[in-house]
């Protein structure tokens, strides 16, 4: 089984708690006697005179303390890139802030270069009038530790809508490089000093997590746009995020979602008539083609002509808060590279008398070992200043990382749309949920975004990956001086091969290093692509055969009927979104017969065919669910937000009857080229 490649600092006291707009409710004040840089790890145990009413006095020591407050945060606070990083030097800052013609009162929210430094220092553009939606209340208590109670206060609620800032808080800078090609065009001033974090800002790190706002405003990386997100993109984050974790694919996380009642701004969008035209299979330019190529044509032309949006709407104003224990991008990593390899070429480099450029990489290399893999990447060498053992240890970490989460997203169908290197956390998750989508009609070029293409298709989402990964060998290696040996010897595309070959084998129900399974899937993919068959649906339907009492007595026609009608899958039973061809049918009988044979070598008692059941889920987020919430959602309606919440959060039970018959579906089929749905902006 091959991966495809023919698919066409300074601690801040005086505003501990400090408003940033004119939000009613925010008023300034201070916490006398908070040392803001507190260890977190005493909070481990419960204090006498704590004001957490959920632990009571006899198994109080056995209980972690639950942050009840913005003082119990504020305590807690452990913000470790702005404190451990640097951030631009005065002579820069002022040289920039020149440029841009900005005065030395400057906030930091205008677009201006900035030449060094791991972060800028940056308060959120809170949002007025903000109203609560959404809590995870599994990330917010068992791994922030937050009182359950907290999260219905209205100081919470302001935390997270950007109106009340603890301590410091920070954007950042890096770099864009697509499929390992580095780019600059992208930033303002055609230099890449001034691409970054544009509506993204860092607002605490506690309990080993950071917290994030999406949409908290303009910092200097906005490049022009409003720094804002809305309502229906930030519902599409929160969902996709709970939605991958629940699935068991590593990814951030979301702690909540809010809304402003009062403001809005402009969006372009789809009307509900922007849906592709197709040619029917009688059109006279394919005249010449026969039935089987007009059928892939066609099929080509479903997953790769997009339109971009045609409308301007009016959107509530949002902000999703993620998680994640580090936010730290390849791109950032090859932003400082970049700096080190411009020396390089100036003859300013000296291992020596280190440049400022030399130790900004080396520092964050540091840092990622800190935050992502400090037991074993970080600890053992600090002492000693080895930077080069861990930074092996780091990049092993992290080939194997993102391996298994891009290997994860084909088994869960997921494609990220735009998985360029500042779009790849150094740690393997899933981050950025903006042109995302989970697939319905299988191909292998599937993706959501126009801008896509066919790099970033679905099973060319390993390739993207392996790239982004040789992105940071590269950026590493500029900190240690080492030769392209050093590239070659991480950059190994056999890593990736081997987790999507665990990926197939254990769909298909077997053990992870049952190769056999190698061949079924070669001989199944261009049967699922010529076939329109439905991904989610096809592997559960599989997983229900595998598991089926009868299965051994079974004729391979039987185990047919299975995907053609199946008591499972409401209206038409079928998995696929056209009636197979009796050429298909024979097809499909013959695979069948084949992947029962292999199946059937194993032992049937195995725990590889129940395992079925947790590697092929029931229920993904699809697109056509997301907009029937988000839509009911903007009238008013919240009952389906809600709805869809909860049943992402189980997607491999087998569901309620009306979950069942809701969502254990097809989608329809005029949605597959509709504008918003089928494809996005």
Known sequence: MHIPRSFVTTTTTAFLLFPTNNHPSCQAFSIPGVNSSSSRNTLLKMSSTSSSATTTTDTAVDKPFLLSSLHDIQNALDNSWPRQLNAETPENLSKARQLERLSEEDDNRRKRPVYNGHFVSVKPTGLPDARLILTSESLATETLHLDPQFLKKDDFVQFVAGNTVLAETWA?????????????????YGTGNGYGDGRAISIAEFMGQELQLKGAGTTPFHRGADGRAVLRSSIREFLASEAMFALGVSTTRALSLVVSESLTVQRPWYSDNAVLQLPSLDDPRLAKYSPEEKQALLQQLRHQQKADPNILQSEPCAITCRVAPSFLRIGH????????????LQGKKNFVAKSLAQQELEQLIWHACYREFKSIAYDPFIESNDLKSAARVLLEQSRQNIAKMVADWIRVGFAQGNFNADNCLVAGRTMDYGPFGWMDEYHPLFAKWTGSGTHFGFMNQPNAALANYQVLVESVQAALDEDEDFVDEFVQPDVFQQA????????LGFPEDADVADELWESLEPLL?????????????LTYLANDTTFQEKTPSELMERFLSSPTIPDDHSIFYEPPSSELIEEWTKWLAQWKDAVLAFDMTSDSLKRMYQVNPK??????????????????DESELHRL????QRPYDEGSTDEQEQYYRKAPLEVLTKGGTGFMS
């Open 529 to 541: 692509r010529k076939s329109r068959t439905d991904w989610t649906l096809f592997w559960r339907e």
């Open 333 to 344: 990593l090859d932003l400082m590279a970049r700096r080190v390899r411009a020396e390089v």
């Open 619 to 636: 229920y993904v987020l699809r697109e056509w669910m997301l907009v029937n919430a988000y839509e009911k959602a903007s009238r008013g």
């Open 500 to 507: 999507l070959d665990r990926v197939f084998r254990t769909k």
């Open 645 to 648: 919440y909860s049943l992402i």
């Open 172 to 188: 950042t800078p890096y770099a864009l490089s697509i499929m390992g090609q580095r780019y600059t065009n992208n930033c303002p």
